[in-house]
């Protein structure tokens, strides 16, 4: 079956970290940009962070940076986000997404996992 799939999400107190992992079931993550995105409830879905396919192009959204670091192991068809000083707002879900495009832009990913939960309790 072809599909993403997001693991590692979870409860945690706010200032904790979290570590979020998305692999490629079907398929190798490698030729691809992969991005994080997440959605709180009733707000719209937003971009966090994407990765190139070589590794060398990294975008974070503004309140993440400083916090949150993406990062690839092609050889374990992996991508991460590690997430630290979480705050109660980066409380949603948040999802992985392959872009096919060889200049991502945020809304070039169109490929999407079925999301993961994220809680951060103050």
């Known amino acids: 079956q072809v599909q993403l799939v997001e693991s590692g999400g979870g409860m945690v107190q706010s200032g904790g970290s979290l570590t979020l992992s998305c692999t490629a079931s079907?398929?190798?993550?490698?030729?691809?940009?992969v991005g994080w995105f997440r959605q709180a409830p009733g707000k719209e879905r937003e971009g966090v962070s994407f990765?190139?396919?070589?590794?060398?192009?990294?975008e974070y959204m503004s309140s993440v940076k400083g916090r949150f670091t993406i990062s690839r192991d092609d050889a374990k068809n992996m991508v991460y986000l590690q997430m630290t000083s979480l705050k109660p707002e980066d409380t949603a879900v948040y999802f992985c997404?392959?872009?096919?495009?060889?200049?991502?832009?945020?809304?070039?990913?169109?490929?999407w996992g079925q999301g993961i939960q994220v809680t951060v309790s103050s």
């Open positions: 079907g398929f190798t993550l490698d030729p691809y940009d």
């Open positions: 997404a392959t872009s096919r495009e060889q200049e991502s832009d945020w809304k070039d990913f169109d490929y």
């Open positions: 990765i190139s396919s070589m590794g060398d192009r990294k």
